[in-house]
Every structure is written in C-alpha cells, then in structure tokens.
C-alpha cells in the first residue's frame, strides 16, 4: 500500500513556518500591543504579533454576546421583533450606552444595532436578560460558547467589556470569534456594517459606528471595536475587495481579510494601524484557487465497489495565499491508499494534497470522497480479490 501523507495542518488556521518564513513579506511597524492579520479566503495567517498574550478584550465581548443572541434567533429563542424589557440593572451600565431607561420594552433588533453600533452597554444587558435570564446564566453560556469555538484563553466575567477581574482573551481567541460569527451568522453580517444608527427617545449625537474605518474605507464592513483603559483602544475588522485577475492558477474572485489590532492610543491611531495592515495583506500577498468546490483531484479505481472508480476532491474550493509575484511557483502533489476498497462513504479521508511553492510545503489538504461507493456484489468482490491476488 502506497504510504499516505499524515496532514501537517488543518483545513484552517494555516501559518507560515520553516525556511519558508524567511521569504514572507514582512509587515509594516503597527503602533499597538497586539495584532493579527487572517486571509479568510484561504483560511491562512498572515502576520501576528503578541497573538496569544493575555489581554482585556474591552467592548469586543461583546461580539460574543451578538453570537449568542444570533444563535437564540437562530433557533427560535428570540425573534427580531419581540421587546425586551430594560431592567434597572441594564438602566445603571456604565460607559457606552443606548441610553436606555428603566422599564422600556425594545425590540430585540433595536437592542443588536445599540449592541454593534453604538456600543451599548445596556443594550448589552437587556439582551443578555432577555436571552438567558439573568446575566449570570449568560455569562455561563459565553464561557461554554468560548470552549466549543476553541477560544482556550478566553474567560468572560460580564457580556459588555467593562473592566472586571478575571475577564481575559487573546488576539487569536478574538479573532477566531469574529471569524465564526460571520461564517455561522452570514445573514446577520449586515448589523457590524451600520454606520449610523439612533434609537428615538435617545441622544441623537450618539448615533455614529465607533469603527471609523466604515467611514474612510468601502471594502471594510465590520467588524467591532472596544476601549477600557486596561485594554487601550482595538479594533477587529474585515475587509473585502475584488481581485478579478489575480493568480496564474485562477483567482477567488474576491478576498477577505480580518484584522485584529489591540492596545493602541487612540481612537484614530487603531482606525490608522488597523488600515494600515489590511492594506498591506491586500497588496503584499494574492490569493490562488487550485481547484473549485467538489472538483476532483484525482479519480482512481476502486475495488471490490458497484463502481469502478470514485472522485476525490474538497467540499469547498481549494485556495491559498502566497507573496505577490509567488503565484507561478504553486504545485501540488496527490497522494492516495493504494488499492482503494469498497465500501467508502462520502466525506471520508482518502488520500492528502500536498501545496508546495517552489521546494517548501505550504500545507496538506485531506482529500475527500466526494461520492459513496457501496460494495459490489459476492461475484464482483471475489472477482476483484483474485485481480488484486494476480497483480
């Protein structure tokens, strides 16, 4: 049996490593504690600093409090049009709000858009209230939420951001939130994208998207920003510009990028530095798709199967970032079992796709039977046994 590569990555989270870090582009100084730059079309990182240290993650809590609220919406525990009531607890948050009072019933869509836009810390709590019950079991949810998403150095103590012992993330948790808040909520994306909103009976002065970016740059539409004076000022963003030409293999058509800048000392400097990377890994890198969702990769024989062969392929496309000029030094190499037996099931692992530019391997994709193929009848099989006895 021919050996079968072992994958040296997932799917997802693809970083740079080896000889090959040594010819990366490297990224502009960035005025911050933190940062981290994702490709979401390739799923690839490309630049990081101080990605996995502690830090308050401020307002960008409350992205996870919007997911929780997206998913009860999701599932039929909330609904956009129903109101909540405003408790006095909610009434009494410090720091950014709605500018809620007591005894109010808003509509849970209203509540999403002081959440996003305005940054409300009552608004943060009304849903939270609404949505579980009582902050406390809200909180509990955030923190299981965070541990299914993989976020291992994420704690949550309240969902608005407030200053509070023990309420801790990390750039990579941050941005492996955002990142599953827009794959899992597609049809909510619309909410980090508002510019401006006012709720009547409130100040209309408090109206304007605290991400100053939807301001100065189309292609940026989200994504959160947050400020204490523990956490300094942040900013996640996402980005997505078209790039109809790019790479000799075939182009995504579009790009997105994530960028997740924290600890800066502004307002303006977080807008400026996060603008300043997402142009940079929009210009010093092109994204290349090898092959499009279901397109085979290899097609080879199967044994002992009511089919004779079986298609082995990616349910999604298969795209890569690499340094701009980089795109023609792409190959791949396939490798499979050898002989393939039926029975195999759709979605299962059967063989690997090696990504290499020039002599360095940038990734092994699993290949995936893209069709079943059940088993042959008791001739056929023993028919094929004696094929593969005589070879």
């Known amino acids: 049996m021919k050996k079968l590569l072992v994958s040296l990555a997932a799917a997802c989270g693809l970083f740079w490593g080896g000889a090959w870090a040594q010819n990366m582009p490297q990224p502009p100084e960035i005025a911050a504690r933190a940062y981290l730059l994702l490709d979401l079309t390739s799923d690839q990182q490309l630049a990081a600093k101080e990605a996995d240290a502690p830090v308050p993650p401020a307002s960008l809590t409350k992205l996870m409090t919007a997911y929780l609220v997206f998913d009860a919406l999701r599932v039929g525990r909330l609904d956009l049009q129903q109101t909540l009531p405003v ?27 002081g959440l996003l836009v305005q940054s409300g810390n009552d608004a943060a709590m009304t849903l939270a209230e609404g949505a579980a019950g009582s902050e406390e079991r809200f909180v509990q949810l955030m923190n299981e ?86 956490a300094g000022y942040c900013l996640i963003a996402t980005a997505q510009r078209e790039f109809p030409h790019l790479g000799s293999a075939g182009a995504p058509g579009a790009r997105r990028l994530l960028a997740v800048v924290l600890g800066a000392d502004s307002e303006n400097a977080r807008a400026t530095e996060t603008q300043k990377l997402l142009n940079w890994g929009f210009t010093a890198f092109e994204a290349v798709k090898l092959f499009e969702a279901n397109q085979p990769v290899l097609t080879p024989a199967v044994w002992k199967g009511q089919s004779g062969q079986i298609r082995l392929g990616r349910p999604q496309a298969v795209v890569v970032t690499v340094p701009t000029g980089q795109a023609s030094r792409l190959h791949t190499q396939a490798s499979r079992p050898d002989p393939l037996v039926a029975p195999l099931k759709k979605g299962q692992t059967s063989g690997t796709l090696k990504i290499l530019i020039g002599e360095y391997t940038l990734i092994n994709y699993p290949l995936l039977t893209l069709e079943s193929v059940d088993e042959a009848g008791l001739i056929g099989r023993a028919w094929d046994a004696f094929r593969l006895w005589v070879q």
């Not at 948050?93 to 509540?111: C, I, N, Y």
């Not at 508002?194 to 292609?219: M, Q, V």
């Open 87 to 113: 408790s006095e607890r909610a009434r009494r948050q410090p720091g950014s709000r709605m500018f809620l009072e007591a005894g109010m019933k808003v509509p849970v869509e209203d509540l999403i858009k």
């Open 145 to 230: 939420q965070a541990q299914a998403l993989g976020m291992k150095a994420t704690r949550f103590v309240n969902p608005t951001g407030l200053s509070q012992a023990g309420q801790q993330s990390t750039a990579r948790d941050l941005a492996t939130l955002a990142t599953r808040l827009l794959r899992d909520f597609p049809d909510r994306a619309r909410f980090h994208a508002i510019r401006k909103y006012h709720y009547e009976g409130t100040p209309a002065a408090n109206d304007s998207n605290r991400n100053l970016l939807l301001f100065r740059d189309p292609s940026v539409d989200g994504l959160k920003t947050g400020h204490t004076e523990a």
